[in-house]
């Protein structure tokens, strides 16, 4: 089985990537936040750190790229292949508000004649620039029955691979994966299918495993972010402690973000947004954890959040089999 890191914007940036790359069960590929090409402009600072090669070492970093515009999208593509990166991964799952408004992401799927010239011009530009596309992508922007149109235009194109997150862009991340719709696209592709969605514990990924033998790759997403050690769980299996799922490994991972940020960023401020929005996510892997969570949100400053964040590690336990939907 290959794994993937999902892209996640505001979290797995690559001071967060190299942190997990160097304490857990290391990725297949790791997929960058995606990029939004401004017209006629370069990568911003803050996208081009997140793609420097010196940022990256030792991981398969795979950039992707939102936007309904092919050419933005091949000039970009252009100045990441001066950086080294042979693949890149378009973005049509994105559900939010302000990105659908502007077409893009799981908007673009709404207008999927624009998407087939889209694709039409990208691939056979990338062709000759000797890159390859991949597509992550949800079921559609209503409802799962516009997957079949899609479905069609996506195996007219030679795409690297496809990335279904089986639901649409209405569902955003609630309710449950349409695997019905998930057992078309993986069967009907022409394009090898990897599986994203709701991966949260052992069992999850053993039931998608038993009921699709044939999968080969899938990506965490969500699953991850909450538990960190939860790919190293399913390598050494169920009856396994395995390592990462201690909470040594587990505080070693958070400094070394928590430093990681405060390298690149000014104040408190920035780097308390940063790591209260990755402990809203983690924290549920804890058991009785209302009270420390409140402390970690009411921090101002840096040595508030140090005690704060301190206390979770030495008075809480890592509950067995963690990984939940809550959030």
């Avoid at 549920?284 to 301190?310: H, M």
């Amino acid at each position: 089985m290959k794994y993937y890191l999902a892209p996640m914007e505001g979290l797995t940036g690559y001071i967060y990537r190299n942190a997990y790359h160097a304490c857990y069960h290391a990725m297949d590929k790791y997929f960058t936040p995606f990029l939004s090409p401004k017209a006629n402009s370069n990568l911003s600072f803050r996208e081009l750190n997140d793609i420097l090669p010196e940022h990256n070492q030792g991981m398969y970093v795979v950039p992707q790229i939102l936007t309904n515009q092919a050419g933005d999208f091949i000039r970009t593509a252009k100045e990441l292949q001066e950086y080294g990166y042979s693949e890149i991964n378009l973005n049509l799952g994105c559900p939010s508000g302000t990105v659908v408004s502007k077409h893009k992401g799981a908007g673009f799927l709404g207008r999927p004649d624009s998407l087939d010239r889209f694709l039409d011009e990208v691939c056979g530009k990338m062709d000759e620039m000797g890159m390859e596309v991949s597509v992550k992508t949800r079921l559609g922007l209503i409802s799962p029955d516009e997957f079949t149109g899609l479905l069609e235009i996506y195996n007219r194109y030679p795409l690297k691979e496809l990335i279904l997150h089986p639901r649409v862009r209405t569902d955003y991340y609630k309710n449950t994966p349409n695997m019905p719709a998930f057992r078309g696209g993986f069967d009907g592709s022409r394009s090898p299918v990897c599986y994203n969605g709701d991966i949260f514990t052992i069992s999850d990924y053993e039931t998608l495993c038993g009921d699709y033998p044939e999968l080969d790759r899938v990506m965490l997403g969500r699953g991850i972010i909450s538990n960190p050690g939860l790919l190293d769980r399913i390598a050494a299996g169920r009856n396994s402690g395995g390592p990462g799922t201690d909470k040594e490994t587990l505080k070693r991972f958070h400094q070394m973000i928590y430093e990681g940020y405060r390298q690149i960023m000014s104040g408190d401020r920035n780097v308390l947004f940063k790591m209260k929005e990755l402990w809203a996510c983690m924290i549920q892997i804890f058991s009785d954890n209302g009270k420390y969570i409140k402390r970690i949100k009411k921090s101002q400053r840096l040595e508030e959040y140090e005690t704060a964040a301190a206390a979770v590690f030495r008075d809480l336990d890592i509950l067995e089999g963690a990984g939940f939907r809550t959030y």
